[in-house]
């Protein structure tokens, strides 16, 4: 089964050589450092270390902490961070500078895991959530290198999909020495596909151990002034488009409730910035955007951040969050952010990746679910005259947080032991 999938692996190479030129036609990140993904870099200095896989800027994020922890803990040992995407590249220079090691992660063919692991011969490979790679999984055990999946989770949507090759999956699931599932339904459904049931615990999620900036709260306060204290603000974070076509509609109906209310848009995505400042525009509202370089003033009605590695400075200077990829059928992004600065928080139903989460926020009442355009209007508009409720949403929000922690200590006793192996 996984000679098939590495032959899979090989003829699809060109076709992703294609999808990232795509993509740089928008973001030239993608078109940078292409050796790096064939497991070719040089790795001086850098080799019987520590490997931390995040796919992405989410998985950056919630690596952070562990990530920070490593390096105070174990300075001696070369700490590599690696990606997938141009924006998760962006967000480890971005938090992490020159402190570590960051190289693009390879292709999942047997020659580029060979490289990549020759180059570095880690010590240790954690992998952050859902990142299921069955060469590189299957090279690294036979080379005697522990695995920890870190932070794992496995939504149904993956779990179904991974089950229709249950013969692959089995075999890179039993290759991580542990499993750290955030719940226990994801510990389930790793157990389903073949991970081994001893080594695979529910540690928690780590993303309740976020780690904000001891200024955050500063920054966020000073942003707020320039806008004027007095606005209900409403930063909507990580957002598609199906969500900006709700809240657009939404909003302009507030704005016959609230005339002074500001919308902040944080599209997910780079290549859509440009996108959605222009729909914005062309919904009717005085629009601006944070490169502009000026303070949106009372005139203006939607304002586009249209930079990375922002949001939390934001969701601080913000009266309502409103989650993104929850009215777009993504399955959400990460809501503990806003929860750990404690902001009342909207989402809409689509929470599959962020199911128990979501679940936690609501039974805390520190969330509103909003089905639709209109069911958000409601929501929004009921939080706007409602001072009170907001801020006791909030506390519940940041309680939440606060009640959750602990994830971050499993995992350190767990690289521990797994080094000293």
Excluded at 61 to 66: D, E, I, K, R
Excluded at 83 to 108: E, K, M, Q
Aim: charged share 20%; proline share 4%; glycine share 8%.
């Amino acid at each position: 089964m996984r000679h098939l999938y590495s032959l899979f692996t090989y003829l699809l190479t060109p076709a992703l050589l294609v999808y990232f030129t795509i993509r740089g036609t928008s973001d030239r990140g993608w078109l940078k450092r292409w050796s790096e993904r064939f497991g070719e870099f040089d790795a001086t200095g850098h080799m019987q270390g520590i490997v931390v896989h995040a796919a992405s800027v989410g998985e950056v994020n919630a690596a952070a902490p562990l990530i920070r922890a490593l390096k105070e803990r174990w300075p001696d040992y070369p700490l590599t961070v690696t990606c997938f995407t141009a924006t998760g590249s962006r967000r480890i220079n971005a938090v992490f500078g020159d402190s570590v090691h960051h190289l693009y992660a390879p292709v999942d063919t047997p020659g580029s895991v060979r490289r990549f692991l020759n180059g570095l011969k880690p010590r240790l490979l954690v992998i952050m959530e859902t990142e299921i790679w069955p060469n590189l999984f299957y090279k690294s055990n036979n080379a005697g290198i522990p695995i920890l999946v870190s932070n794992a989770r496995l939504t149904e949507r993956s779990a179904s999909g991974w089950s229709r090759f249950a013969g692959l999956a089995k075999i890179a699931l039993q290759c991580p020495r542990l499993i750290a599932a955030q719940t226990n339904e994801d510990r389930q459904r790793f157990i389903s596909l073949g991970a081994n049931q001893d080594t695979t615990r529910v540690f928690g999620n780590l993303k309740f151990d976020i780690d904000l900036a001891p200024d955050l709260t500063r920054r966020g306060r000073s942003i707020r002034n320039s806008w004027g204290s007095n606005r209900l603000v409403m930063v909507a974070g990580s957002t598609h488009e199906d969500d900006e076509t709700a809240l657009f509609v939404a909003f302009r109906n507030l704005l016959g409730v609230d005339p002074t209310a500001l919308l902040v848009l944080v599209p997910r995505y780079p290549e859509r910035f440009e996108r959605v400042a222009q729909s914005s525009a062309s919904a009717g509202f005085k629009t601006a955007r944070r490169s502009d370089g000026r303070n949106p003033g009372a005139d203006i009605q939607c304002l586009v951040v249209d930079e990375m590695g922002v949001l939390l400075e934001y969701y601080a200077a913000c009266d309502i969050a409103f989650l993104g990829g929850t009215l777009a059928d993504v399955g959400g992004h990460n809501p503990l952010e806003a929860a750990a600065l404690g902001r009342p928080i909207i989402m809409g139903p689509n929470t599959a990746h962020i199911r128990q989460t979501a679940e936690q926020l609501l039974k805390a009442n520190a969330a509103i679910t909003a089905e639709n355009a209109e069911a958000l209007f409601n929501a929004w508009k009921d939080l706007q005259s409602n001072q009170e409720r907001r801020k006791k949403m909030g506390r519940a929000a940041h309680q939440l947080v606060q009640q959750q922690r602990g994830a971050l200590k499993q995992n350190l006793e767990a690289v521990k032991a797994l080094l000293l192996q």
